[in-house]
C-alpha cells in the first residue's frame, strides 16, 4: 500500500486520459497538501503535478497550494528547458573534438518517457564518455568554466565511475561519466552502447542517446543499486508505454550483460504498480524466477513505509546480492564494495597523489564508521 503522497505522484505520471481517475482515487483519502508538494519536489515531479491538476481541474485545490505548485512548476519546467539547451551545447561541443559522448536522465530521459524535455526535473546534466576519452572531455568542460565540485577528487581511484562539475555563470552540474554504474554492480558495455545509441531531437535539444533497450536497462540497474525509488519506477513506466520496445532484444541484452534479474525486478514493479504494459511472454520470463517475486515484494514495502537511502544501509547490500546472478558476481561485489575506494573515501580524507594506495586501508572504517552511525538510536 502506497501512502496518500505516492498515490498522487503515481496519478500524475500515468496516462492522461486516466489522471483524472487516479487523482480522484488518491483524494479519496486523507491528503497532506504540504507532504504532497515537498514529496513531489523531492522525486522532481512538480511539473507533473502541476500538468496532473491542469487535466484534472475538478479536483478540488486549496487556492494557495494550486498557486504554489503551477508558479514551482514554471520555474522549474523554464530551469529544464535552459538545461536542454545547455546539453546539446556540450554535446556538439564534444563532437567537434572527436568525442563519442552518450547523454541519459534528464532531458532525454524526460522526453522518452514523458514526451517533454520539460516534465522531468533534474539538479545536473549525465553524460557518459569512454575511459580513454576522459581527459579531453575534462580539458574541454574546463575551458568551458566547468570545475570540479570537490577540488581533490581523483579520477584514477579505482572504485569512482564519475566526476560532478559544476559552473557558476550561468549555474549548471554535469556528472561526467566513464562508467554507467558503480564498478561494484552491474555495468552496460561501454562500447556496445554507442554502436547502439540514437539521437534525439526535441525543444532545442539534439543529442545521442542509449537506444530505448539499453535505457530500460540502465533504468533498472541505476534503480536497483538505489533501492528503487518511486519515481524511479515512474519513469520506467513512462518509457514502456510510450516508447516501441524490441523485447527479443532486451531480453538477449539483459542476459548477456546478467542484468536481467534487475530488469526483471523493474518490469514486476512498473507493471504491478503502475500498470506498465508488459507482453505476456516476457512477464512468464520475469516470472520464472521466485527470487524476482521475494525482491519486488521487500522494494514494495520499503515504499509503502517511506524508507529512504536504503541503499547505504545494510539491507541494501543484501537486496544488491540478490540481485547479482552469480556466485562469482556476489564475490566481485563484496570485495570492491569493502576495499575499492571511490570519490566518498576521497571526500572523507583528502590524501595528496603520492598517498593514494591508503585509500585501500582507509576504506573499511569509513564503510565501518558509516554503517555504525545508522545503527545508532535516533
Known sequence: MLTSEQRVLVACCGPSEQITERLTEAFGRSIDWRQVID?????????????ALYLAHSIPVPEEFLTEIHEAATRKRLRSLGMAGELARIMRNMDTVHLTPITFKGPTLAYLAYGD??????TDLDIYVPRRQLATALELLSS???????PGFKTSLPGACEVALQRQNPKFEVDL???????????????????RSRMVQASGLVARTLCTEDLLTYLCIHAARECWAIRSICDLAGLLRN????????????????SWRAVAVGLRLAATILEAPVPLEIWREVEREPVVRTIADQLADNLSRDISDYAGAPGGAMLHLK????????????WRRALQP?????????????????????????VAYRALGRLRPH
Open 117 to 122: 524535455v520539460a516534465l522531468r526535473d533534474s
Open 243 to 258: 516508447q516501441p520496445i524490441d523485447w527479443n532484444d532486451l531480453l538477449r541484452e539483459a542476459r548477456q550483460s546478467h
Open 323 to 334: 540481485m547479482l546472478e552469480s556466485l562469482a558476481a556476489k564475490t566481485d561485489y563484496l
Open 342 to 366: 571511490s570519490h566518498l573515501d576521497a571526500d572523507f580524507i583528502r590524501l595528496p597523489d603520492s598517498l593514494a594506495p591508503a585509500y585501500y586501508l582507509i576504506r573499511p572504517f569509513r
Open 177 to 195: 561519466h566513464w562508467f554507467f554504474s558503480s564498478p561494484y554492480f552491474l555495468q552496460l558495455d561501454g562500447d556496445r552502447a554507442i554502436s
Open 144 to 150: 568551458d568554466g566547468y570545475a570540479r565540485k570537490s
Open 39 to 51: 514529496h513531489c519536489d523531492a522525486q522532481g515531479t512538480l511539473p507533473l503535478l502541476s500538468r
